[in-house]
T-cell receptor, first 112, second 111 residues
Framework: SQTIHQWPATLVQPVGSPLSLECTVEGTSNPNLYWYRQAAGRGLQLLFYSVGIGQISSEVPQNLSASRPQDRQFILSSKKLLLSDSGFYLC???????????FGPGTRLTVL | EDKVVQSPLSLVVHEGDTVTLNCSYEVTNFRSLLWYKQEKKAPTFLFMLTSSGIEKKSGRLSSILDKKELFSILNITATQTGDSAVYLCAVEQYGQGNLIFGKGTKLSVKP
């Protein structure tokens, strides 16, 4: 069966520091991968999605970037964090859009 | 273990039918329950429920939460083909503010 992991679960970082959040999927091949940020207990904002290794589409221009160095690995990064980057970040996968996406456990990022 | 269970997993109806989607949960530090509609890349927000027994309504969609029995339902009346989508339920926790998602209900509305 397929599983999705996110690391770390919680992170507290100072303003201006770098960021690296990791998402890995097991039990499937060539998944579509997604990074979301949850805003204020309501909507999910799609940040990046990827249909294959090295293929990244950015939905919202901002202080973050994403990379897909391996088929089942998706990384969200920043060179210098801002206070506004605080939030709950979710990774998701599916095999074909718009099929159901399966969400990881998320990472709670606090920037101080 | 915290979990959110949606039922049914898939559903096929005809236009004009009324459907009820179910979401039950066993989650510590419950804060709110959210419903999303997923059609394309990203889910779109429908409702956030925090109190039992208070129905939230938006057009033909409505939802209610029962915090005693730990479930929520999403009703769609007079369904249209545009309602075809995957409907996701998620529970938000206090503290870390984590979101725990169900696996979704895939609704197909036939003309």
């Amino acid at each position: 069966s397929q599983t999705i992991h996110q690391w770390p679960a919680t992170l507290v970082q100072p303003v201006g520091s770098p960021l690296s959040l990791e998402c890995t999927v097991e039990g499937t091949s060539n998944p579509n991968l997604y990074w979301y940020r949850q805003a204020a207990g309501r909507g999910l904002q799609l940040l990046f999605y990827s249909v294959g290794i090295g293929q990244i589409s950015s939905e919202v221009p901002q202080n973050l970037s994403a990379s897909r160095p391996q088929d089942r690995q998706f990384i969200l990064s920043s060179k210098k964090l801002l206070l506004s980057d605080s939030g709950f970040y979710l990774c998701a996968w599916n095999l074909q859009g718009p099929d159901t996406q399966y969400f990881g456990p998320g990472t709670r990022l606090t920037v101080l | 273990e915290d979990k959110v269970v949606q039922s049914p997993l898939s559903l096929v109806v005809h236009e004009g039918d009324t459907v009820t989607l179910n979401c039950s949960y066993e989650v510590t530090n419950f804060r709110s329950l959210l419903w999303y509609k997923q059609e394309k890349k990203a889910p779109t927000f429908l409702f956030m429920l925090t109190s039992s027994g208070i129905e939230k309504k938006s057009g033909r969609l409505s939802s209610i939460l029962d915090k005693k029995e730990l479930f929520s339902i999403l009703n769609i009346t007079a369904t249209q083909t545009g309602d075809s989508a995957v409907y996701l339920c998620a529970v938000e926790q206090y503290g870390q503010g984590n979101l725990i998602f169900g696996k979704g209900t895939k609704l197909s509305v036939k003309p």
